[in-house]
């Protein structure tokens, strides 16, 4: 019975990684551009909410999703990350605050601490405003705010990504006067087993799809 | 406003079947403008806009965009109009600052033009875009419409070009992104149909 159990065990194991590897890449687009002949080539979003824990304050109302993807145009890649972050304030924000609630500048970066406690560094491709909307809930106002980062991607740290754990994602952002970030001015993660395979997919994914001819 | 954009798309769709077949004479085209100034006297002719994309959209979209052209002339100048039309459909009004300046097109930005044998013909852009969206509540959802017309200056080479056969795909490069639109296939000659029928009212 414990050799079953252990065999089943064993496959749970294999099946999970399996699953974080290649073989279930789903893209969005893999093809030639049409006008400039380009490989362009993008990843499916992969859901890492509840796997990857924040260092958010937890107030009521607060929250975060995120997500990963990765792509690739004329030769540049990208790692990208859906986020979606809320706070519970008791006043109504005025414009100025929704305006200043969320914003990656300029030369950000992203720091993936990886599992021997190196650290690599990416930077934002663009700067980005989120999303941001407040809404009446039961006594106060939740702000939502919902962006996309995108990050510089090279084939050397590409591979890291694919074959070294992560443990730590520091996003650097800025807000106002919401708990989004941090005080040092970051979003950061905790990184688990599952949320490293939903990084290790994504950008093994990217790469399977680029070392394959497109018709 | 939507209502206008339907008849759009019926204009449309009634200039693309008529003008399927090449265009002959004037007096086969559909001009939308042909005046002259009573004090400058120069002459301004604009042929009916034609919807290269979609002709009747899918409301149940969260997002839809159109494209017409329509060629143009005023005074001894020729260029292809360019329309662009975007519509979102969102749950909650956009603050004001989420809808000032949502299309950028530079000026000299290009336009892409696919023809039917898979060369590209090239255009630039003559006026700069500094497009805001509009914000308009309907019973279940918000539209946030943006829209734009772009000129690309005509001039021989380029009207022989895009007179030769069809087009099959059009990118519009705007300030850091750029639009695709698929031409409908009843919609295949409509560029070449509407610089054929400025020359022949000119």
């Known amino acids: 019975m414990k050799r079953l159990i252990a065999l089943s065990i064993a496959f749970t194991v294999l099946a999970a990684d399996a699953d974080a590897g290649t073989a279930s890449c789903k893209y969005k687009q893999n093809e030639a551009d049409d006008f400039t002949g380009e490989r362009l080539v993008k ?3 992969v859901d890492m909410t509840g796997w990857a824990s924040s260092t958010f304050n937890r107030t009521i109302g607060g929250r975060k999703d995120i997500e990963v993807a990765a792509e690739s145009a004329g030769g540049h890649s990208l790692l990208k ?4 972050v809320s706070d519970a304030v008791q006043n109504p924000p005025r414009e100025q605050d929704l305006y200043s609630a969320l914003y990656v500048p300029t030369g950000s970066s992203l720091e993936i601490t990886m599992a021997d406690e190196s650290i690599i560094e990416l930077m934002v491709d663009e700067a980005v405003r989120g999303k941001s909307r407040a809404k009446y809930d039961q006594g106060s106002y939740v702000i939502t705010s919902k962006f996309t980062v995108r990050y510089s991607l090279d084939a050397e740290l590409a591979e890291r990504l694919v074959n070294e754990d992560v443990v730590y994602l520091r996003l650097a952002a800025q807000s106002h006067k919401y708990d989004f970030v941090t005080d040092k001015g970051s979003i950061e993660f905790n990184i688990n087993k599952k949320a490293q395979q939903a990084l290790t997919k994504v950008v093994g994914c990217l790469n399977q799809a ?3 001819e497109v018709s | 406003m939507h209502s206008v954009i339907r008849w759009l798309v019926v204009a449309s769709f009634a200039a693309s079947a008529t003008f399927a077949g090449g265009v002959a004479t004037a007096a086969d085209c559909k001009i939308e403008t042909d005046e002259t100034d009573k004090f400058t006297k120069v002459r301004t002719v604009i042929t009916r806009r034609n919807s290269l994309e979609s002709f009747w959209g899918d409301s149940s979209k969260d997002k839809q965009k159109d494209i017409y052209v329509a060629a143009w002339y005023k005074d001894g100048n020729k260029a292809l109009q360019i329309g662009l039309w975007f519509t979102n459909y969102v ?20 336009l892409l033009v696919m023809m039917a044998d898979g060369s590209i013909v090239t255009l630039h852009s003559v006026n700069p875009i500094n497009a805001n969206s509009r914000a308009t509540r309907t019973s279940s959802r918000v539209s946030v419409d943006t829209g734009a017309t772009i000129y690309y200056p005509l001039d021989d080479d380029l009207i022989t070009a895009l007179t030769s056969q069809g087009a099959t795909k059009l990118r519009v490069e705007a300030a850091e992104k750029h639009y695709d639109f698929e031409v409908h296939e009843k919609s295949l000659t409509d560029i070449g149909d509407a610089i054929q029928c400025l020359q022949a009212t000119l």
């Open chain 1, 43 to 45: 990843v499916d979003w």
């Open chain 1, 81 to 84: 990350f859906r986020l979606k």
């Open chain 1, 210 to 212: 680029l070392s394959e």
């Open chain 2, 91 to 110: 749950e909650r009004m956009p603050p004001d600052y989420e809808l000032r300046n949502t299309l950028v097109i530079p000026k000299e930005s290009r």
